[in-house]
């Protein structure tokens, strides 16, 4: 843990203002405002398990993000899952059940996990699932999605279970959503914000944020467009290019502080959503939050990774409690070194210095092996 800042004591005031922005952006609507002040009962109670794990030397993230499935029916520009080959078309042998999955997502309720976000691929194809999760109110379950497979079924859904919160990837207007997303997906995901908005649903959206779309997506223009169906959350992730080619997409500094006052301007005048930046001003909150400092992410296949962008793992859900991952050489050694709070040019310092990172493993691997030997 860093001696200077308090990493717990940041992610929990983060879950505290979401939960209490949240509400607010509820107000009008008696079931949404009755579930979000229910969760905010359950958030308190996960805190302070959360905070007596910390006075005992154990650190419990209240974020977890679990890819629930590999498949995906979209072939997204610059998709850094599709480059890293951990999304494909058909579903691949070997995830976790929905069996499995249902029983991490009971023992992150039990160690105090407060919002899972459910990503892919493409997680609304695994819809048992996310109907399981929705039988956990006192978790938050943003389900990160490409829209193309809402359907009446899932509106009943989400109308039944508010814990469970549709955020649509959307990368500005018509032209930026379609050059990225393909034919007719701007015109599916509008649709879908009038059908929440419609069922007085809680929904947002997630914006990719490029060095062509950064003006765009701060713009009152596209704002309004998402207020006026109801969008209460915008969640803005920093472009993370994976290829040569896609290089020149990744946000440089002037990008980041457009983005950075942008969202600043934009919670000021549009105070009636919740507006989330990733990586964000790092600096603000001591460096990069993954590995366990704020949140890890489990992969379709088991593996307990640092994040989505850094695919690394040395232990397995399958395998081990999420205790025993939150403790793994690899993530141990990520927290206690200085990898996580270097400099870095691009959104993602886990991906960038990807190299030092497979180091740290195979270093880790190594000592495993000498202490497994002698024993």
């Known amino acids: 843990m860093d001696e200077e800042f308090d990493i717990q004591a940041y992610m929990t005031r ?22 979000m002040l229910q969760f905010a009962a359950a958030s308190k109670k996960a805190s302070r398990r959360r905070t007596e794990a910390e006075r005992k030397g154990e650190h419990i993230p209240p974020f977890l993000i679990a890819s629930i499935t590999s498949s995906c029916n ?10 890293n080959h951990a999304t494909v078309d058909a579903a691949p042998v ?77 990368e500005g207007g018509r032209e ?11 015109e599916k995901l509008l649709s879908n914000m009038n059908d929440l908005y419609g069922r007085g649903l809680l929904f947002g959206v997630s914006v990719t944020v490029t060095t062509r779309n950064v003006k765009e997506v701060i713009s009152d223009r596209f704002l309004d467009t998402l207020v006026a169906r109801g969008c209460k959350l915008a969640v803005y992730v920093e472009f993370v290019p994976v290829t040569e080619e896609s290089t020149e997409l990744a946000p440089g500094e002037t990008e980041r502080v457009i983005l950075r ?19 964000g001003d790092e600096k603000s909150s001591g460096g990069c939050i993954a590995a366990g400092r704020g949140f ?80």
């Not at 979209?74 to 480059?83: F, I, K, N, Q, T």
């Not at 899972?116 to 006192?138: H, N, Q, S, V, Y």
């Not at 930026?176 to 034919?183: A, Q």
């Open 74 to 83: 979209l072939h997204c520009a610059g998709c850094y899952s599709r480059c």
């Open 261 to 279: 006052d942008g969202i600043a301007r934009l919670r000021e005048v549009y105070q009636e959503m919740v507006f989330v930046s990733f990586p």
């Open 94 to 170: 070997g995830q976790l059940t929905d069996a499995e999955w249902l029983e991490i997502f009971r023992e992150a309720d039990e160690i105090g996990v407060s919002f899972i976000l459910l990503a892919g691929g493409e997680p609304m194809l695994r819809r048992d699932i996310i109907e399981a999760a929705g039988k956990m109110p006192d978790i938050i379950f943003p389900i990160f999605t490409n829209g193309t497979y809402m359907d009446e079924a899932y509106l009943k859904l989400f109308d039944k279970c508010r814990n469970l919160i549709p955020v649509m990837s959307i």
């Open 296 to 375: 890890f992410h489990i992969n379709s296949h088991g593996g307990a990774e640092p994040c989505p962008f850094s695919p690394y793992s040395d232990v397995n859900a399958r395998d081990a409690s999420l205790r025993k991952a939150l403790r793994s050489p690899l993530f141990t050694a990520l927290r206690s070194g200085k990898l996580l709070t270097d400099d870095h040019v691009g959104g993602c310092v886990l991906y960038e210095k990807r190299n030092e990172v497979e180091a740290v493993l195979a270093e880790r691997t190594r000592t495993e092996k000498a202490v497994s030997s002698v024993s």
């Open 14 to 35: 983060g879950v505290e203002r979401i939960v209490a922005e949240s509400w607010k952006a509820t107000l009008k609507d008696p079931r949404e405002s009755a579930f």
């Open 176 to 186: 930026e959503t379609e050059e990225r997303r393909g034919k007719g997906v701007y």
